[in-house]
């Protein structure tokens, strides 16, 4: 947890984590200086976005109800559905990461990865980015480089949304990098998603502008 300047503690973020820890996708394992363990779970989920999850599954079942109350049998398997889905997700997202003395372990989606060290190029945060509605959205991503041959390199990509911020911190302090791109080049990459997100501001803004206009003209058109 972090401190304000008032010596009170405030919530951390995502943001704050991905400053804290390696970022860098231009960077190599260089030291493991402590054997480490991570594992995504369910209960941070709940901790983190506990009231968020409440209120969509009460809007979900709000709707749910509301558009098949005639039909009980398909409201139930609507219900049904609804929750296996959110198994699925769960266990899709469910994982574990062990620093180990010989190398790298994980295991995701029922399938178990051994890296040894010397195929390990890199482990850092990456923050990715999705468009909805022309409205960028950012989240964040654990990702693991692997070197395979001079032709092929393996990335695998773990969700953090079921991580423990805490832990994921403490879990980058168990080893050493080194950037082997500079600096400037990360903060080109970050100038070009500002960018980005400035642009899709101005398309948003532009969009709503013009559905004002042609209300306004279809009103004004009715009205005489």
Not at 29 to 42: D, E, F, G, M
Not at 50 to 67: C, H, Q, R, S, Y
Not at 123 to 140: A, E, N
Not at 149 to 160: A, G, L, R, W
Request: charged share 20%; hydrophobic share 45%; net charge positive.
């Amino acid at each position: 947890m972090e401190k304000t300047k008032k010596g009170q503690k405030s919530k951390l973020t995502w943001k704050s984590v991905y400053q804290k820890c390696n970022h860098s996708r231009f960077s190599q394992v260089t030291n493991v200086l402590r054997t480490a363990k991570i594992k995504s779970n369910v209960g941070n989920l709940l901790k983190s976005y506990g009231k968020i999850i409440l209120i969509v599954f009460l809007i979900v079942m709000i709707f749910l109800i509301a558009t098949f109350w005639n039909n009980l049998n398909i409201l139930f398997y609507a219900i049904l559905l609804t929750f296996a889905l959110c198994i699925f997700a769960i266990v899709y997202g469910t994982y574990y990461i062990n620093l180990e003395e010989q190398g790298v372990r994980f295991k995701i989606n029922f399938q178990e990865t051994n890296i040894p060290y010397n195929k390990l190029i890199g482990i850092y945060l990456t923050r990715k980015k999705k468009r909805f509605f022309f409205i960028p959205i950012y989240y964040y991503a654990l990702e693991i480089t692997e070197y395979v041959d001079k032709e092929k390199m393996n990335i695998y990509s773990f969700p953090t949304i079921m991580l423990n911020k805490n832990e994921v911190i403490k879990f980058f302090d168990s080893f050493e990098v080194n950037v082997i791109k500079s600096e400037e080049e990360e903060e080109k990459i970050q100038n070009e998603e500002k960018r980005n997100f400035h642009k899709a501001i101005g398309i948003v803004i532009a969009i709503l502008l013009i559905i004002v206009l042609v209300v306004s003209i279809i009103l004004y058109a009715f009205s005489n």
